[in-house]
Every structure is written in C-alpha cells, then in structure tokens.
C-alpha cells in the first residue's frame, strides 16, 4: 500500500494504465479561493466538529451606509479600499472561470460514460 496526500491509503489499482488518475491535491492551497471537489470532499472528511456559533459576525451595514462611509475615507485609505475591492472582484472571477471548467470537464466525462464508443 502507498500514501497518498489525502492521508488515507491507497491501493495501486488507482495507477493501472488507462486508468483516469486521482487528482494531485496542493497542500499549499489556501481555504479561500477554488478548491476542486475532491479537495472539499477530503476538508470534509477531516474536519473536526466545531461550534456553528464561532462563525464570524455579519456587519449591518446597508449598501448606502457603506457608500457613505467610503466618501468619508481618507484619499489614501480609498485608494487601498479601491485596490482590495478590484483584487476580491479579480479572485472570484478566477474562482468561478475554474468552476465553470470543472463543471464544463465533468460534463464531457459523463457525456462519455453514458456514451461509449463502438
């Protein structure tokens, strides 16, 4: 038997040639961003229970207060306010650019499960 990332172990029949590989899960990934489901599902699996209450308070603010509260910034802090927003806006449109692949791929490889050649 070997050892693979997920910390459980495996047996060889998963590396038989022309077998599709398991995927390669970065042990250097951050929570935030895209996580495939193979990496979610092992998250899960290893998760230790915890409180729900620990989840972190919501801010109140409406839309409108926090319009206003960016007109009272300082020049400087709105700009490093304006550079997070487009840097967040740039990361969840690459989280959902590889989503949407994932999803895309998925959908082929049941297209040819369900579809097998002559």
Same mark, same amino acid.
């Given at each position: ?56 308070? +919501? ?6 207060? =926090?319009?206003? @509260? !960016?007109?009272?910034?300082?020049? $400087? #802090?709105?700009? &490093?306010?304006? +550079? ?6 740039? =990361?969840?449109? @690459? !989280?959902?650019?590889?989503?949407? $692949? #994932?999803?895309? &791929? ?13």
């Amino acid at each position: 038997q070997q050892w693979y990332q997920r910390r459980v172990p495996i047996t060889a029949g998963e590396y038989v040639a022309g077998c599709l590989l398991p995927p390669h899960l970065s042990p250097f990934v951050n929570s935030e961003g895209y996580q495939p489901p193979e990496q979610v599902e092992l998250l899960d699996r290893n998760k230790v229970a915890e409180d729900v209450a620990e989840e972190e308070p +919501k801010d109140g603010m409406t839309p409108e207060d =926090k319009r206003l @509260a !960016v007109m009272a910034m300082p020049k $400087k #802090r709105k700009i &490093l306010y304006n +550079k997070m927003v487009y840097s967040n806006k740039k =990361k969840a449109s @690459a !989280v959902n650019k590889l989503k949407r $692949k #994932r999803e895309e &791929l998925d959908e082929t490889r049941e297209n040819k499960k369900a579809a097998p050649e002559s």
